[in-house]
Structure formats: structure tokens, C-alpha cells
């Protein structure tokens, strides 16, 4: 029981990472009904961002950890949302009244595009850095084994909880909230109320940007090590989360990445870590075949 504790613990914390990511996906899914698969890579370049901010952060002398963390997370944030909004503006407005499969590939070469960038400028090599968050508390003790929970975990799942509630908030309660659902519903007839479509496509590839920020510092803060290929297979799972959840419903891509940072975890602990993708696949598989809108989707109704 204690060692299954410790993996759900762990599976939490990898779930809600890959939640945060997925929440991005679904949301633009939602508005323009076509997936950004560049997404993975804004993520990537949140997590070189963090580490930048961080290196220049220690070069000054700063010792305050909630700081530091302040800090990053606002650069993170701006520079990301920065990038967001330009994939919007390159790869997808200029292609908007075309058929569904030239922004499709316009995502894909800008997803190449930005790994190839960030390959050149900041190399190869993976990029370290030193712990941010240390030490954590005793949850459960055994003869054989102690069940703990690291600050950075518990940072991890909070701020999760956080950014899920006050996005809830946002999409539900708000004036933005309710141009971008009906947003979704039909654009056209949206922008002859008066909405103005484009910025409200705007923001939400910005906002989706600013989540993937978010997990980018939080994986940066956790395994203290980044790559530049780190956004292609986060940016497949969350994908996957969100399909898994119900593409479209931000509870549901929540959900789905929590489900599969609990698959990994478990999968890794009990079975053959080396095949813990294969197991979260499969189990994708699986679902879409019993319910194929996901498992919070909704099945979409065609008018004719």
C-alpha cells in the first residue's frame, strides 16, 4: 500500500503536467476545430525560457525562492503567450478559409520549425539546472518503505489546481468566456453580433500558450533538465490526454492527463517501465473504440 501511495503520488504530479498541456489543445480544438500541433513545441520553448530566466536569475545573486519562481513564471508566461500568438497569426489565420488540411501542415512545419530554432541558438546538449525546490515531508512510514511528497510536487499539483479553477472561471463566468463559445458554435454568425472573431482566436491560442508556460517552469522546477526534443513527446501525450478526456472539454483534458501520468506511473512501477507509452496508447485505443467521443466528450451533432 505505501509503495502504491508513492506512485499515485508521482502519477498526480506527471498528470497534471500533462493536464495543463492538454487543457491548451482542447481549447483551441474548441474555437477553430483543428489541433495545434506546434503546441508541444511552445511548450518546449517555455522550458528553455524558465531555464534562461532561472540562469540569469542566479547570476544576480537572487536567493529568494518565491521570487525567483514569481519571476520566471511572469517571463515564462509573456514570452510564451508572445510565441502563442504568433503560430496563431503565421500558421493558422492566413489559412483559415482553406481546406482542413493546410493548416494541419502549416502547424507541423511550424512545430519543426521551432525545434530546428531552438536546436541552433541554445544547442543541443541538454540544459541543467541546479534545484530550485528541495526536501519535502513524511506522508507514510513503513518497515520497508516511507511515502513522501516533495515541496515540488505539492507545488505542482496546487498551482494545477489553481490554473484549472480560475480557466473553469474564465471560459464560464466572463464576457471573453462567452464570445469564445460562441465562438465555437458558429464564427460567422458570431462576428455579425459584433465579436471580433479574430482577437477572440487571438487570445485563445495565447491563453493555451500561457498554460503550456505554466508547465513548462513546473518541469523545469521538477526534473531540473530540459531538452530541445522535450516538446515532442509531452506534446503527443497531452494530445493524447485531451483525445482521451473528450477533445473540447477542459474538465476532460484535465481528467485524460491525469489518467495517463497515472498509467505511466503505475505501469513503471508494477510492470516494464520501457513499454509505459505502449500501455498508455493502448489504452487510448481501447476507450476510443468503446466511447469514441472520450470519456467527458460529447458526441458532435451535424445539422443538415
Known amino acids: 500500500m505505501a509503495y502504491a501511495l508513492q506512485q ?9 503536467m500533462y ?3 492538454a487543457i491548451g489543445y482542447t481549447m483551441v480544438y474548441g474555437i477553430i476545430g483543428m489541433i495545434n500541433f506546434a503546441h508541444g513545441d511552445i511548450f518546449m520553448v517555455s522550458a528553455f525560457i524558465a531555464v534562461t530566466a532561472f540562469t540569469l536569475l542566479a547570476a544576480a545573486d537572487v536567493t529568494s525562492i518565491p521570487l525567483a519562481l514569481t519571476f520566471v513564471l511572469i ?10 500568438w504568433a503560430v496563431e497569426r503565421i500558421a493558422y489565420r492566413p489559412l483559415r478559409g482553406s481546406t482542413r488540411l493546410a493548416p494541419l ?10 525545434q530546428n530554432a ?14 530550485v525546490i528541495e526536501g519535502g515531508f513524511e506522508v507514510w512510514s513503513t518497515p520497508d518503505f516511507t511515502v513522501q511528497i516533495g515541496w515540488s510536487q505539492l ?10 479553477v480560475a480557466f473553469t472561471w474564465l471560459i464560464t463566468q466572463t464576457p471573453f468566456g462567452r464570445q469564445q463559445r460562441s465562438c465555437e458554435q458558429d464564427r460567422t454568425m458570431a462576428s455579425l ?13 495565447m491563453l493555451g500558450a500561457s498554460l503550456a508556460a505554466v508547465a513548462g517552469v513546473m518541469v523545469t522546477v521538477y526534473y531540473g533538465v530540459i531538452d530541445f526534443y522535450i516538446g515532442f513527446l509531452a506534446g503527443i501525450k497531452a494530445f493524447t490526454a485531451a483525445v482521451l478526456g473528450g477533445i473540447g472539454s477542459l474538465p476532460g483534458a484535465m481528467l485524460g492527463g491525469l489518467l495517463i501520468g497515472l498509467i505511466e506511473s503505475f505501469w513503471s512501477a508494477y510492470l516494464w517501465a520501457e513499454y509505459k507509452d505502449v500501455a498508455t496508447f493502448a489504452i487510448l485505443c481501447l476507450v476510443l473504440m468503446l466511447r469514441p467521443s472520450g470519456l467527458l466528450g460529447r458526441p458532435e451533432v451535424e445539422k443538415v
Do not use: E, H, W
Request: charged residues 5%; glycine residues 10%; positive net charge.
Open 155 to 164: 507545488m505542482i499539483i496546487a498551482v494545477t489546481v489553481v490554473m484549472m
Open 8 to 16: 499515485l503520488i508521482n502519477g498526480l504530479t506527471l498528470g497534471s
Open 105 to 114: 501542415i502549416s502547424a507541423i512545419g511550424m512545430s519543426i520549425f521551432l
Open 75 to 84: 517571463v515564462s508566461i509573456f514570452f510564451t503567450s508572445a510565441y502563442g
Open 19 to 21: 493536464g495543463l498541456i
Open 118 to 131: 531552438v536546436q541552433l541558438t541554445q544547442g543541443a546538449r541538454v540544459k541543467p539546472i541546479p534545484p
Open 193 to 205: 453580433l459584433g465579436i471580433n472573431v479574430d482577437r477572440t482566436i487571438s487570445f485563445t491560442f
